[in-house]
């Protein structure tokens, strides 16, 4: 189908705007407008029950965490360990905030959003182990937090979706860290991908393949390091005994296509997966419920995918 009309409406404002593409910015203006941007899109923050910032040891020093509790529920609750989009390169857990806020709510979760570093600053795979240390530093202190450390979820957009998936493979390496499931919103699952999809993004007011190639930049010291699973999860020797996935793409994504055959070799090798491609919508769609009724319904998919994982 054609772009839906909000985003036509959201495109047009753009080219109306002359909005410039992030990857025309020095990285600190990069960070800036994506962040304004998101939370211009985002919607009205929900409020819940509590939210609680503190800092983390991670691997390369301290890292912020954001624990969310939802309106409802009591006890040792489930909890969503969330990291946010960006590239690799942008963001932070404030990037992140609405997307929490509903699940939790919706999901009767806690989340926590986890901070890593952030390219070209740190390379791969900090960021990675940075996310794994928060996935771990989660289970090691669910008492504290009030979570029960037996329904443990990953999950994550774009590149928070990459790195969602490349924890799962350190977990699963790990042995002892069984987790309920990985939500994958529009992931990055290979640097070498050349996809119909990809080659099709050329949209210059939508996020497209120069913007993929310009984080990729960014992330990697090497091309060779985008072979590693860490950094492409798809190159994978194997993806049986990987938690359930649920899968969100978009029709209009340079993504859409590496995402959806991470989710079909997700089902061929035995692993639970549910993939919903939303049409008429472009990367970025998850985190504009504000502007995209799309996005709610999203929103809505994922945490009922949680529910279900944590009451299985």
């Keep these: 189908m054609p772009l839906h009309p909000q985003v036509q409406a959201m495109r047009a404002r753009r080219e109306a705007s002359a909005t410039p593409q992030l990857y025309t910015l020095s990285v ?9 941007s998101i939370q211009a899109s985002g919607g009205d923050p929900e409020p819940v029950a509590e939210v609680v910032d503190r800092e983390i040891d991670g691997p390369g020093g301290p890292l912020p ?15 969503l360990v969330y990291f946010f989009g960006g590239g690799w390169t942008l963001g932070t857990i404030d990037t992140s905030d609405a997307v929490c806020r509903s699940l939790a709510n919706a999901a009767g979760c806690l989340v ?18 940075d996310c794994h240390a928060a996935v771990r530093w989660v289970a090691a ?3 504290e937090i009030g979570a029960d450390p037996a329904r443990i ?51 210059p007011y939508l996020f497209n393949a120069t913007s993929v190639a310009w984080y990729w930049a960014n992330y990697l010291a090497t091309p060779e390091d985008g072979l590693n699973p860490l950094a492409s999860p798809l ?54 419920s504000g502007d995209l009724d799309a996005g709610r319904r999203a929103l809505a998919q994922a945490a009922a995918q949680l529910r279900t994982w944590f009451t299985g």
């Design 112 to 129: 926590v959003a986890a901070g890593y570093r952030l390219a070209p600053e740190h390379k791969f795979p900090a960021a990675v182990h």
């Design 65 to 79: 965490i954001r624990i969310y509790r939802p309106v409802l529920g009591g006890g040792e609750l489930p909890v």
């Design 153 to 203: 979820a990953v999950g994550g957009d774009s590149a928070g979706g990459n790195l969602a998936a490349a924890v799962t493979l350190l977990a699963r390496a790990d042995g002892d860290l069984p987790l309920a499931g990985q939500l994958l919103v529009y992931p990055n699952t290979d640097h070498r991908s050349h996809t119909a999809s990809l080659r099709e993004g050329t949209d």
């Design 235 to 288: 190159r994978a020797d194997s993806l049986a005994g990987l938690p359930p996935a649920l899968v969100v793409t978009a029709e209009y994504d340079p993504l859409r296509d590496q995402a959806e055959e991470y989710a079909r070799r997700l089902g061929r090798e035995g692993v639970p997966v549910t993939l919903t491609r939303y049409d008429g919508m472009v990367h970025g769609f998850f985190c504009m």
């Design 141 to 143: 202190n669910a008492a």
């Design 28 to 36: 600190d203006e990069a960070r800036a407008a994506d962040l304004a």
